[in-house]
């Protein structure tokens, strides 16, 4: 069996906060991203999902290292990157690319279009300067734009448009990942479908591998065969989509997937329990003891506050970290993971 082209090991990301004055003190860490592990194969999708501040978007610029971990490896073709230096990381960002959420504030309004998505290739001078124009006129049509647009300028584009653009400087180096944060989150439902279609087909075309990051579980179920639920910064529940779907094992999931609209299930006859969680998400600054969620949860008992749950498998294809999960066996239901796991 072939290596995972990316394999994110134990990854910590935590922020200082700091009090203000001419002497700043550190008061103490905004735990974003808190020990996650998943891997990706090549043109593989991944999706990750979860409520806003859950850590997802941290992860993604973690991946392609616009910010360095507080610990934890990202192995890139069995390469640790998590503490490359700036000229080591050089070579590997062709390989690592992103598109980032706004298409409007993500380009910048003073260059061409041109110049936009030349710039990989003046940056990392990997084409003679006589032929920069015929790869990018090149890259315009690969995701559908008029080769002749480029010389002009952002804000001669509409919202689908500019989002184009940011694929296609993303494509310019032939990058084999690509972290997609929220990509078609700002853009109008009737252009959404348009551009997550071209991703599949450049995805296909080209072997790509996708961190596909969103909130929209309808987008993400379309794009992605396998999900990954984040909550205040862990990885709670991963699991091949038709699964996490129709059968999900963790609560937060559960109740997460009972707040979006499910096409199926109208058709099917029907609607889903609405699973309305008390209480606000706790901060990322002082997280709860023990499972994350548990201050939330209808199913919290007192391991739950005492010992947090580890990421395992409990019953069909995925893992689910949640002492007394969802869909289980009666009797794996009733046995907490850790009592199981302490008896094996």
Avoid at 210 to 221: K, P, Q, T
Wanted: charged residues 20%.
């Amino acid at each position: 069996m072939a290596a995972p082209l990316l394999e994110v090991k134990d990854l910590v990301m935590h922020f200082p906060v700091k009090s203000r004055g001419v002497i700043s003190q550190t008061l103490g860490q905004v735990k974003a991203v808190d020990g996650i592990s998943f891997t990706l194969n090549a043109g593989q999708s991944l999706g990750l999902v979860g409520e806003s501040g859950c850590g997802k978007t941290t992860t993604g610029r973690l991946i392609t290292r616009l910010h360095k971990p507080t610990s934890g490896q990202i192995l890139f073709e069995g390469e640790d990157i998590a503490n490359a230096s700036p000229r080591q990381l050089k070579p590997i960002r062709r390989d690592i690319q992103m598109i980032f959420q706004d298409p409007y504030t993500s380009l910048n309004p003073r260059q061409t279009v041109g110049e936009i998505i030349g710039a990989p290739l003046v940056i990392h001078n990997l084409v003679p300067k006589n032929k920069r124009l015929a790869r990018v006129q090149e890259l315009l049509e690969i995701v559908g734009l008029s080769p002749e647009h480029y010389n002009r300028y952002p804000h001669e584009f509409s919202g689908g448009q500019r989002q184009r653009i940011g694929i296609a400087r993303a494509l310019t180096l032939q990058p084999k990942v690509l972290v997609a944060d929220e990509p078609v989150s700002a853009l109008d439902v009737s252009i959404q479908a348009q551009v997550i279609n071209l991703m599949q087909d450049l995805q296909k075309e080209f072997n790509i591998a996708f961190l596909f990051i969103a909130h929209d579980l309808a987008i993400v179920r379309h794009f992605c065969p396998e999900i990954a639920v984040m909550y205040l910064g862990k990885i709670v529940e991963q699991a091949p989509r038709e699964q996490l779907y129709s059968a999900p094992k963790h609560p937060y999931t559960k109740a997460l997937l009972s707040a979006a609209p499910d096409i199926q299930q109208v058709i099917a006859g029907g609607r889903r329990e609405r699973i309305r969680l008390t209480g606000d998400v706790p901060s990322p600054i002082n997280p709860p003891s023990g499972c994350p969620f548990r201050t939330r949860c209808w199913k919290a008992q007192d391991i739950c506050a005492t010992m947090p749950p580890p990421l395992e498998p409990k019953g069909g294809a995925g893992i689910v970290a949640c002492h007394f999960p969802e869909n289980t066996s009666p009797e794996d239901a009733n046995t907490p993971v850790s009592t199981a796991r302490n008896a094996a």
